[in-house]
């Protein structure tokens, strides 16, 4: 059974991708996880704050909140609290690189303009396949409509494209006003992938300290529906490769991306809980699936139930939001 894909240009042997996470800082690992399958692999991102750390910006970064709040200091990680340095981040890379046959996908976090783009050179340097750039960032200023917002993304994508040769996939939200109308933009700024979607990880209060307190929550298999409706509508009309991220735990659910029109899939709540293992399920329930059905290749399978090829496309829009709130029984 052929399982291979494109992927921002690069062929994968299968559309099972090791998703953004600490896997990648454990060598005998992600030499595991190759072994059992997996046809790519995408580092934990390298975060603007820490490149920017790096290059004595702190001042520059902090002056404005740590004025006005004492405690500001306490919300970004210190140096020190980050998995990988910048240095360390590279010569990881150079690791993974001289060990894994399968393509190695850099990361890199930020959100606004700023020295750190620069070091999208360096990854590409260090022998990076090809970069995610994830733009992970909260609208909490109400005087910021979203043009301004989204203005501002693709000038930092667009600045990081010009930087380098390597493809550039960029991990968006499914918070945009209009998804649709922004990967495209993406595609004419020169990006090669759309990942969907960050996962927005939701902070708890501490009420009898009163702090705000991170939390950390693996996903599982519901996540995937929102990703499923947006790549259905989006993969009619985009060129660029698409990839879901969040809710993948299984055959079933990488058959569901598939058919939305994604090109790959990532994987990282299921490794984290079941390790290299689940890739090899995975595929062996991917490849009886497509037997059973007589596909010979996913290129018959991608998109056949997105917005375009769906025999009810109403199921994507507004009709089902209706049906649904009107289906249900006492």
């Known amino acids: 059974m052929n399982l291979e894909t494109s992927y921002l240009g690069l062929t994968l042997r299968n559309p099972l991708i090791v998703g953004a996470s600490p896997c990648c800082d454990d060598i005998e690992l992600c030499r595991r996880l190759e072994d059992a399958g997996a046809s790519a692999l ?29 405690e500001a200091l306490d919300y970004f990680p210190h140096y020190e609290e980050y998995s990988l340095t910048p240095e360390l981040y590279l010569r990881q890379l150079a690791r993974l690189k001289a060990t894994l046959k399968i393509p190695v996908i850099a990361s890199l976090n930020g959100h606004r303009p700023g020295g750190w783009i620069d070091h999208a050179r360096r990854l590409e340097a260090t022998g990076a396949d090809a970069l ?133 899939t990532q994987l990282v709540s299921a490794i984290l809980r079941h390790g290299p293992r689940v890739i090899t399920e995975i595929l062996h329930g991917l490849t009886t699936w497509l037997e059973t059905h007589d596909y010979k290749s996913l290129d018959e399978v991608r998109g056949a139930l997105n917005l375009s090829r769906c025999p009810d496309p109403s199921a994507h829009e507004r009709a089902n939001y209706v049906k649904i709130l009107q289906s249900w029984k006492s």
């Open 132 to 264: 995610e750039l994830n733009l992970y960032s909260l609208a909490t200023d109400p005087d910021t409509d979203a043009d301004t917002i989204e203005a501002g993304h693709l000038f930092v994508v667009r600045s990081v494209i010009e930087s380098v040769k390597i493809p550039i996939s960029v991990k968006i939200s499914p918070w945009l006003t209009a998804p649709a109308h922004f990967v495209r933009e993406l595609e004419l700024s020169g990006a090669k992938g759309v990942v969907m979607f960050n996962r927005f990880y939701q902070p708890d209060f501490d009420i009898e300290d009163l702090a705000v307190k991170p939390q950390l929550r693996l996903s599982d298999s519901s996540e995937l529906l929102l990703r499923l409706r947006w790549l259905a509508i989006i993969s009619p009309h985009a060129k660029i490769s698409l990839a879901a991220s969040g809710g993948v735990h299984n055959a079933e659910d990488v058959i569901k991306a598939l058919l939305a029109g994604a090109h790959a």
């Open 42 to 70: 995408a580092m934990h991102s390298l975060f603007e704050e820490q490149v920017e750390f790096e290059e004595a910006a702190r001042f520059r970064l902090l002056e404005g909140p740590s004025e006005s709040n004492p």
